[in-house]
Every structure is written in structure tokens, then in C-alpha cells.
């Protein structure tokens, strides 16, 4: 009986040094490939929230980390530095709404150096399908109805949604969502054109970062 106990055990011990090998290899063989895909992920949405025809550099490239509550947490976040010419045109800032319905919401808004929000995109949300990933450009087109509006001030009322006296559009019953996002990109919008001079001065730093 304890022989055979001691068998079980030896039998489970191997078998489960065997997964966890198994799993640490197809880390290593894949681990390159996700970062490629993650890198050509990250250069579509970053040409949809910067036109090309406004810069001449990599963007992907063009990082730095800024660190402000208004970006929606504590943590960096990557910004991102368009130049045609050697001319900043855009910054591309990632920002967090921390009141989406089902928790954070990770957005990425896009605006030039009139104060004009170029596009904004969804990166990461837990949303409610059917309602609230409305929000997902894969789902619907509501996000597009963010681009080509200015921002005048830090509490722009018309960044909001109509439910609160603003021009945007909400979710029948999912108000919570647009209202979140709407409220994200005014505020990481308005927040990396007042400190545009101090963004482009700092150390491309994203890489250190990771």
C-alpha cells in the first residue's frame, strides 16, 4: 500500500515537472512571436489614431513615459511622438478611465498641436458584450465619433455624453461606458497638449520601461 503511494507520487511529481517544463518551452518559442504581434498590433491602432500623412518617423519608436492622475491612474504611461520634418505634429497618449462599468478601461487618444483630437481607440476593456463593447471599434463605429473634435479646456462640457448636456452619443442602457471613455480622452487630451514642451523634451524611455 505504501509502495504504491510512493509510486502515485512519483508518478504525479513527474507529470507535473513534465507540464511545467512543457509550459516554460512554449513560452520561449512563443514569446518572440506575440512580441511581434503586439508590435504590429500596436502600429496599426497608433496610424489610426495619428494619420500617416502627419508624420515621417516611427512612432512606436518615439516613446516616453509620463506620469499624471489625470491620465486616470498612478502608473507611467506611454506617450507617443509625432514629427514630420523633424516638427513635433501629434502625441499619441494611452490613458486609463477607471469607471467603466465592469472596471478600467485602456484607451489611446491621438491629437495635433491644435487641440484637436485626431482619434481615439479602445486598447483593453472588460465591457459587457452586446452593450458596453460598443466602445470596441470591432464592434461598432461609436468610437469614430470622437475624432476631429477640439478640446478647450480641462472640464470641456462637450466632452460628454447627451445624457449630460454633451455632444456624444450614449448606449441605451449603457451609459456608464461612453461616459467613462468620453471623459478619458478630454482628459489625457487636454493633459498632453498642456505639457506637450515637457513631453517631447524627455528621454525616449518606453523600452526601459518593459
Known amino acids: 500500500m505504501i509502495r504504491a503511494m510512493r509510486n ?3 508518478i504525479l511529481a513527474l507529470a507535473a515537472l513534465l507540464s511545467t517544463g512543457l509550459v516554460a518551452v512554449t513560452n520561449t518559442l512563443t514569446k518572440d512571436t506575440i ?11 497608433l496610424n489610426q489614431v495619428i494619420p500617416k500623412g502627419l508624420h515621417d518617423n516611427a512612432l512606436a519608436k518615439q516613446c516616453t513615459l509620463v506620469q499624471d492622475t489625470r491620465l486616470g491612474t498612478d502608473a507611467p504611461m506611454p506617450v507617443y511622438i509625432a514629427t514630420k520634418e523633424g516638427k513635433t ?3 499619441a497618449i494611452e490613458a486609463i478611465a477607471p469607471d467603466g462599468y465592469n472596471g478600467a478601461i485602456k484607451v489611446l487618444v491621438g491629437i495635433d498641436t491644435n487641440n484637436t483630437v485626431l482619434g481615439v481607440r479602445v486598447l483593453k476593456h472588460a465591457e459587457t458584450p452586446g452593450l458596453g463593447d460598443k466602445i470596441d471599434l470591432n464592434v461598432s463605429d461609436w468610437i469614430l465619433s470622437l475624432s476631429d473634435k477640439s478640446v478647450e479646456s480641462a472640464d470641456d462640457k462637450r466632452w460628454a455624453v447627451y445624457k449630460d448636456g454633451g455632444q456624444f452619443d450614449q448606449f441605451t442602457g449603457a451609459t456608464i461606458t461612453p461616459r467613462a471613455v468620453v471623459s478619458a480622452a478630454r482628459n489625457a487630451a487636454w493633459y498632453a497638449m498642456q505639457n506637450i514642451d515637457t513631453i517631447t523634451r524627455q528621454p525616449l524611455n518606453c523600452g526601459d520601461a518593459s
Open 8 to 10: 502515485n507520487g512519483a
Open 89 to 91: 505634429t501629434a502625441l
Open 35 to 45: 512580441a511581434e504581434q503586439e508590435r504590429i498590433q500596436l502600429l496599426q491602432v
